[in-house]
Structures are given as structure tokens and as C-alpha cells.
């Protein structure tokens, strides 16, 4: 269950940070598909503008025990998709493949907006050189829970940030001890 909120937490705040990013450019690094310009008033900075819907993909495995055959059908996920106007497609790979389908996404080059990187058996930096990963620090004015957290708690900043000051993935912080079983009894 903690994992899901884990899961969910990512997505919403990915989900407004790459809502955010629409570019109109042909670099090679990796974009929100239905992208493209809102024809309403720009959002000013460290806003996010939720008129337009964006579709996002995300590869994320299965866990056993899951409670839905896919997290689409999760009822939080239509939850965000309602509130911040997102379609979230979700890439299940099928049990016993997820390493192969992770190696053949990063080897074709066909990336989802958002993966789980349970599979890495490389260096991040190196998904960032390739450009499979964005560097997050560039958009931390429109996270700025994220940022205050990381400004007010060196520990976590150490732990967030890579060698060469990117940011490129996000990390579960607890800023208070865990209890077991959220502290029911």
C-alpha cells in the first residue's frame, strides 16, 4: 500500500512538472506526448497550467498482491486525472519480463514519460547523457514543497542530489519515524 501512495505521490508531482514542459523544440530528450502550446494565458512561474489535457505514459511493474490488474483502474488515479486534467496510460511489462522489456525500451529508444526504475543496472548519469532521463533541478520552482524540503533538510539534499548536482530521480523522505502499521494498533 505504501509502495501505491509512493507510486501516486510520483505521479502527481511528475504529472505537474511535465504538464509544465511542453516543448515545441526536436531535441532528443523525451516529452509528454499531446503536448503543444494552451490557448490560454501562459501560467505565471512555478505555476502549472491544467486548461489543456496531457497524456502520460508511465512503465511501472506489477507487484503480487496488487489490488488492480492495472493502475489505471485504480480509483486515485482517476482522481488525478480529473483534478489536473491528465490522462495516465500505464505500461504493465508481464510477470517474469519486466527486465527484458525495461532493457528493450531503453534500447529502441521508445521511452515512457515516467518509469520506474527498479531494473537500472547502469549509473543514472548515464541515462541522463542519453538523454532517457530529464534532470529535475531545472523544475524545482514548480515543486516547491520539494524545494523547501531539500533547502531546510541538508540530509535529504545530500541524499537527493548526484555527484555533479542533478536530481534525477525522485526518493521517499520521511521527516518523521515510521510506525508500523501507520500506527494502527
Not at 490557448?39 to 502549472?48: D, K, N, R, T
Not at 542519453?130 to 524545494?147: C, F, Q, R, T
Request: with cysteine; hydrophobic share 40%; net charge negative.
Amino acid at each position: 500500500m505504501k509502495k501505491t501512495l509512493a507510486i501516486v505521490i510520483a505521479v502527481l508531482v511528475l504529472a505537474g512538472l511535465l504538464a509544465a514542459c511542453g516543448s515545441t523544440s526536436s531535441s532528443a530528450e523525451p516529452a509528454a506526448s499531446g503536448g503543444g502550446a494552451s490557448a490560454s494565458a501562459p501560467a505565471a512561474a512555478g505555476e502549472v497550467d491544467f486548461t489543456e489535457n496531457e497524456t502520460f505514459t508511465i512503465f511501472q511493474k506489477q507487484d503480487n498482491g496488487q489490488f488492480y490488474s492495472n493502475f489505471s483502474d485504480a480509483p486515485a488515479m482517476a482522481f488525478l486525472q480529473e483534478k489536473f486534467n491528465t490522462t495516465l496510460e500505464f505500461v504493465h511489462p508481464p510477470a517474469g519480463s519486466e527486465l527484458d522489456n525495461f532493457s528493450l525500451m531503453l534500447g529502441t529508444e521508445e521511452y515512457t514519460d515516467l518509469m520506474s526504475l527498479d531494473y537500472l543496472t547502469s549509473p543514472l548519469g548515464e541515462l541522463h547523457t542519453d538523454g532517457a532521463i530529464l534532470d529535475i533541478v531545472e523544475y524545482l520552482d514548480y515543486m516547491p514543497n520539494l524545494k523547501a524540503l531539500l533547502e531546510n533538510n541538508p540530509g535529504f539534499a545530500k541524499n537527493m542530489y548526484d555527484d555533479s548536482g542533478h536530481i534525477l530521480s525522485l526518493k521517499m523522505f520521511y521527516t518523521e519515524p515510521e510506525q508500523i502499521w501507520g500506527g494502527l494498533r
